[in-house]
């Protein structure tokens, strides 16, 4: 045939939320060359991830068609599976034998054990409309609210801060911001890392002049250009947070007009903050009470501080508490409503915000409208057509439980790896193998699918139209550039499908119908056409009418709250559900590595970002690689109260004496068999920063 040219397609990059904007240069059906584009959140900026990280969708481990579990492979949660392995276990089948096999098995389960056994994962990796139908399937379907994704496992708890403190879960400024700060704060996160084109502009703020203050148990390479890091104890963000108020309070750096014009709650939030004198907080958090003044007083008498934080703050049994004390900082000291100032919870990935705000949380209907309030349950009673539960339903780790109880059933899981991401990972295996019908939707055989009765092979994000939110609230356009492999198909048409295959009367939606769907029944985003977003690409919302030009700084004159005004929060000490012991004396916190990308099912089939980064390996202090006898790049045993791996040992002075870190991209060493399932009581995310672990020589 005649050669093909190369052509280009404008599009976003898969991975994190910074939401960079992208050109596919795309020859023959592959892609050969990606180049950053002149998005609002990256101006052309690219990272590792996003330059070399598309390979993985020409991977030949692709699944190219649906498959059904051969009738003598009984499923084996206590076994790491290779995609190998696992494709064995499993027998190709056609879409229309799926399709019937699926609306048998989750009708079936619905009649026998109603309305509370069938739950639903979607995934932050998918489009909004994607996130909007698979809710949409849950709530009408199967006739509950048992609906979550990752967001659970990385910003829940700042998210019902943020939602109780400014009645808004979003961020109140870009990242961007940063450049119009004079103090930038970083709180338990690793931007540099896990989201590194946010990361630059904060680099070349400092440059400029601002001001950095890392707050975090570990080193990073932001540390390295900062004016303080506030290297405190794992588990004591409380401590330290509030010392820093207190000292705000008594040495009367607090923006009274604000407060007072503002804000409500203030006696009884000074009231609590009295203990936490910054000498009583020296030594449970590490940082001398000197240190404490300092910090605090640069953050509030600056024109404009901003405050990023990450996983570090969210993912404790005390994260709501944490990121309370955050919001606080920013409301008793006006560091808000203004460029450069603001609460910015850097988001995961590249869809978690937009995902959330579609309704894929088991407490909220689409825009954060909840299902217990009578209103909202009679609005979408008549938007949808059908009756609606007033219950909340179960998150991720209540489901895995729930399933345990032999309450949860059937599950259908679009594009999450539980496996890999949950905590207690053994125990969720045990979980999912023993449903009666587990249906996975993805685009690779992973972890979880290994456990299906049913796999479909679904679209990969260079395959699919759709729009996606990033962590500035702006929802962009991502373009098709490559055909389907095989017999895989559009996530959007699967999930419909399914619907269909279920009983639900649905008609048949393109894309760009379910976003207006979507956006009639979203107030945050109903001034967002299709047609705008083809047009422009990004808009930020809140953008409630045509025409509206969309604002990404907000708070500006109140807030999304019944009395308009800000909450202050107390926030009590409380302490890691698992503290070291004797006989498991060491910290280990999890999170990400900048080569792979959670639980590695893309960045781990990336031929670059593989080789960078290609085995499971655990950074520790030299001291303890010495206290334990081992030598760098040694294979180590680390086991937990709930299970064990090995690892190489990767020297790093940038942990703490007594603390380790590993990412749970890896499945060979998949770190979260280790990790803690204690929930905080309010955002329900597990404490995957801090479990208690011994280590030995293997
Ligand atoms: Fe992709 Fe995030 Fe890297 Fe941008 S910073 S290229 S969105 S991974």
Redesign the pocket.
């Known amino acids: 045939g005649v050669p093909q040219q190369t052509h280009a397609v404008d599009s ?9 904007q ?1 050109t596919y240069h795309v020859k023959e059906d592959r892609i050969v060359r990606v180049e ?1 584009r002149d998005g609002p ?2 101006d052309s ?7 070399y ?1 598309f390979d993985y969708v020409h991977h030949p481990e692709r699944l190219t068609q649906p498959l059904v579990r051969r009738e003598d492979a009984p499923k084996q949660a206590h076994r790491d599976w290779t995609a190998q392995s696992a494709m064995a276990q499993f027998r190709p089948a056609t879409w229309d034998e799926v399709l019937e096999k699926i609306g048998q098995q989750f009708k079936g389960i619905l009649a026998k054990h109603g309305n509370q056994s069938l739950a639903g994962f979607g995934s932050a990796k998918c489009s909004n409309e994607e996130a909007y139908l698979f809710q949409k399937l849950v709530r009408t379907g199967f006739g509950n609210h048992h609906v979550d994704h990752c967001t659970r496992l990385c910003h829940a708890s700042s998210v019902a801060a943020l939602l109780e403190g400014l009645g808004s879960g979003a961020v109140s400024n870009p990242v961007k911001d940063a450049m119009k700060a004079e103090v930038i704060v970083v709180i338990g996160a690793n931007p540099t890392v896990n ?4 990361a630059t502009w904060m680099k070349n703020a400092v440059a400029d002049g601002a001001k950095l203050i890392v707050m975090d148990p570990r080193q990073s390479d932001l540390t390295r250009i900062a004016t303080h890091h506030i290297q405190f104890k794992p588990d004591t963000d409380v401590a330290l947070l509030n010392a820093m108020l207190n000292v705000i309070v008594s040495e009367n750096l607090v923006d009274h007009a604000f407060v007072a014009r503002r804000t409500e709650g203030y006696d009884a939030f000074i009231k609590n903050l009295t203990p936490f004198t910054p000498e009583a907080m020296a030594p449970v958090c590490g940082i001398d009470a000197d240190t404490i003044r300092q910090i605090a007083r640069m953050y509030a008498t600056s024109k404009a501080s901003i405050i990023f934080w990450g996983m570090g703050v969210s993912q404790h049994i005390h994260g709501t508490d944490n990121a309370r004390c955050l919001i606080a900082l920013a409301l008793l000291t006006g560091q808000i409503g203004r460029p450069g100032t603001g609460l910015h919870p850097l988001r995961g990935q ?1 869809n978690v915000q937009g995902a959330s705000d579609a309704g894929l949380i088991p407490m909220m209907f689409p825009d954060y409208q909840k299902v217990s309030d009578a209103k909202a349950k009679a609005f979408f009673e008549e938007y949808w057509n059908c009756e609606l539960s007033d219950k909340p339903g179960l998150t991720v780790v209540e489901i895995m439980k729930a399933i345990e109880d032999k309450q949860i059933r059937g599950m259908y899981i679009m594009g999450e790896n539980p496996a890999m991401s949950d905590p207690d990972a053994e125990h969720a295996r045990e979980s999912l193998a023993s449903l009666d019908f587990l249906l996975v939707q993805d685009i690779f055989m992973t972890e979880t699918a290994a456990l299906a009765d049913i796999v479909l092979p679904a679209s990969a994000f260079a395959e699919k139209t759709g729009s996606f939110t990033n962590t500035d609230r702006t929802v962009q356009m991502a373009r098709a550039a490559l055909p389907l492999p095989g017999d895989a198909r559009q996530d959007l048409w699967i999930i419909q499908q399914v619907a269909k295959a279920i009983g639900l009367n649905w008609k048949a939606q393109t894309v760009a119908e379910v976003f207006d769907e979507m956006r009639m029944c979203m107030p945050e985003i109903r001034g967002i056409t299709w047609e705008r977003l083809e047009r422009e690409d990004a808009v930020t919302y809140p953008c409630t009418f045509e025409g509206d030009t969309g604002h990404p700084v907000v708070f500006t004159e109140t807030f999304p709250t019944p009395s308009g005004k800000g909450k202050l929060v107390p926030a009590s000490l409380v302490h890691a559900d698992e503290l070291p012991d004797e006989d498991y004396p060491i910290v280990l916190m999890t999170g990400r590595q900048l080569e792979h ?1 959670h639980t590695g099912s893309m960045t781990r089939r990336s031929a670059v970002l593989d080789a960078l980064e290609p085995v499971p390996v655990v950074q520790m202090h030299p001291e303890d690689l010495n206290k334990l006898g081992v030598k760098a790049g040694d294979v180590v045993e680390m086991a937990s109260r709930r299970g064990a791996i090995q690892a190489y040992a990767r020297q790093d002075a940038a942990v703490q004496p007594g603390t380790v870190f590993m990412a749970f991209c890896y499945a060979e060493g998949a770190i979260n068999k280790l990790t803690n399932p204690a929930l905080d009581p309010f955002g329900k995310i597990p404490e995957l920063k801090f479990c208690a672990v011994r280590i030995s020589a293997s």
């Open positions: 976003l990059c898969p991975f994190c939320g910074v939401g960079c992208v950053g959140a990256n900026r690219l990272c590792v991830k996003g330059r990280g989201h590194p084109v946010g590249n990308w």
